[in-house]
C-alpha cells in the first residue's frame, strides 16, 4: 500500500471552542471575576497567539507571558488587551515596554529604583504590577521591604502601580497548610497596602490549583493557565469542574507488519510479542514532545480500543501492537486528548510516568503540526 497524503506526522488538533467553552465555565465557578489568562511557553504548547486571539474575542481581561519577546509577539499578532510579563525585567526592555504598553513585573526592590530612575530620565515609564514572595521563594519582593517600596511609589504618583499579587507553591496539593499560610502572608501584605492609603486596582493570587481549591484567595481577579487548556494541575485537586481537553496529540501509522510470537520490537529488544500481531509503526517520536517513558506502561488509542505501545520510544517514531486487529495505514493514532470514540486523558499519562500535565503539554513541538478548530 502506498502512502496516503496525510501521513505527515505527529498533529495537534486544537480545540478553541473548547477553549472558550473552558473560559466561560471558569467564569461562572470563580463568580464572573476577571480573569488574567496565562499563555505563557506557546500558551502550554497551543499556539499563544490562536489561543490568545480566541480568548481576547470572549472578552478576557488580562493576559500573562513570561517574556518581554512573547509579550512582543502576542502585540504583532493584534493582542490589545492588557499582558503583564512574569520574568524579572532588563533595563534595556523598558523603552519595548512602554512602546508596546506591555506591563512590567517588580519582584525585586532594585528594580523599582531602575524604573523610577527610567522614568525621570524619559518622562514615561512601563505600567507594574508588584510581585511578593509569599512563600514559593522563587522571584518576589520580601515583605519586609514593602514598606520602603510604598514609600517611593508614592514619591512618584505619575508611575502606575496597577496590580500586587503572589504564586502558590502547593495550591494543587492535596495537602493545603501550606497554601493557607501563603494566604495569611497575602492577606498581611494586603494590609501594609491598606496602611499606606494607596490604591491597586488588581490584587491576584490564584493559579488554576487555587481556583479550585481555595475560593479565599481569588481577590478581584484570577490567573488561569492549566484549567483553560482543559486539563487539571494535579491528581490531588478536585477534579468536578466540566472542562474539556483542547489539545488531540495524534500521529499517522505509517507502515503494519504482521509478526510471529516472540518477536523483539525497538531499541533493546525489551518488548516482545505475546502473540502473531499486527506491529504499527508510528511518525512521531520523542523529538516531537511524544513522553518517551509512557512506552512501559503507555498506549494509544484507535477505533474506541487502546493498544499497548511496544518497545521504546525513537527520537521520530515508535511502535504499536495492535494484535489481531488491523489497521489502515494513514489512519492516526490517539496519544492524548478526546476525539470520538477515542479519550486518553493527559493526566493519566502524567500520573503514571510520574510527570505532570504542565511538562507534557509544553513538550509538544518539535515537527508537530498545529491544526485550529474553531467551530463546534
Ligand atoms: C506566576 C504564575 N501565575 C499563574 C500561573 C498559572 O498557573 P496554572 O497553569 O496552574 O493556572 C503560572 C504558571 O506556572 C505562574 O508562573
Known amino acids: 500500500m502506498s502512502l496516503g497524503n496525510n501521513m505527515i506526522g505527529p498533529e495537534a488538533c486544537i480545540h478553541l471552542d473548547r ?28 499556539g499563544a497567539v490562536r489561543v490568545a486571539q480566541a480568548l481576547q474575542s470572549e472578552g478576557v481581561h488580562y493576559f500573562a507571558v513570561f517574556t518581554i519577546d512573547e509579550a512582543v509577539e502576542l502585540r504583532n499578532a493584534g493582542i490589545t488587551e492588557p499582558i503583564l510579563i512574569f520574568s524579572r525585567f532588563h533595563p534595556d526592555q523598558l523603552d519595548i515596554a512602554v512602546e508596546y504598553n ?41 515583605i519586609a521591604d514593602l514598606n520602603h517600596v510604598f514609600d517611593s511609589i508614592k514619591k512618584h504618583p505619575e508611575l502606575e502601580c496597577e496590580g500586587i499579587y503572589s504564586h502558590y507553591a502547593t495550591a494543587d496539593e492535596g495537602d493545603l497548610s501550606y497554601a493557607e499560610y501563603q494566604h495569611m502572608q497575602f492577606e498581611q501584605v494586603l494590609e501594609i497596602v491598606k ?7 488588581y490584587r491576584h493570587f490564584s493559579n488554576s490549583g487555587a481556583v479550585l481549591n481555595l475560593p479565599q484567595s481569588w481577590h478581584n481577579m484570577v490567573r488561569v493557565g492549566m484549567l483553560l487548556y482543559g486539563a487539571f494541575p494535579s491528581e490531588e485537586v478536585p477534579k468536578d469542574l466540566p472542562i474539556r481537553p483542547i489539545m488531540e496529540f495524534r500521529g499517522p501509522i505509517v507502515s503494519v507488519r ?53 518497545g521504546r520510544v525513537c527520537m521520530d517514531q515508535f511502535m504499536v501492537d495492535f494484535g489481531n486487529v488491523a489497521p489502515k495505514e494513514g489512519d492516526n493514532v490517539l496519544f492524548f486528548g478526546e476525539s470520538g470514540k477515542n479519550h486518553i486523558p493527559v493526566e493519566q499519562i502524567a500520573t503514571t510516568i510520574h510527570s505532570t500535565t504542565y511538562v507534557l503539554l509544553t513538550a509538544v513541538g518539535g515537527r508537530t503540526k498545529r491544526i485550529y478548530i474553531d467551530t463546534i
Open 19 to 46: 477553549l472558550l467553552y473552558n473560559y466561560r465555565t471558569i467564569r461562572e465557578h470563580i463568580d464572573g471575576l476577571p480573569i488574567m489568562a496565562v499563555v505563557k511557553a506557546n500558551g502550554y504548547g497551543h
Open 102 to 142: 506591555i506591563t512590567v513585573n517588580i519582584s525585586i526592590y532594585s528594580d523599582l529604583s531602575i524604573l523610577i530612575n527610567y522614568f525621570l530620565r524619559t518622562k514615561k515609564a512601563p505600567i507594574f504590577h508588584l510581585k511578593v514572595d509569599t512563600g514559593m521563594t522563587r522571584l518576589g519582593l520580601d
Open 195 to 201: 496602611m499606606h492609603g494607596i490604591d491597586i486596582k
Open 258 to 310: 504482521k509478526v510471529p510470537k516472540g518477536t523483539h520490537v525497538s531499541y533493546g529488544g525489551k518488548y516482545i510479542t505475546k502473540n502473531e500481531s499486527n506491529i504499527g509503526v508510528i511518525q512521531t517520536g520523542f523529538a516531537d514532545g511524544f513522553p518517551r517513558p509512557w512506552y512501559e506502561e503507555g498506549f494509544v488509542a484507535y477505533n474506541g480500543e487502546n493498544f499497548p505501545i511496544a
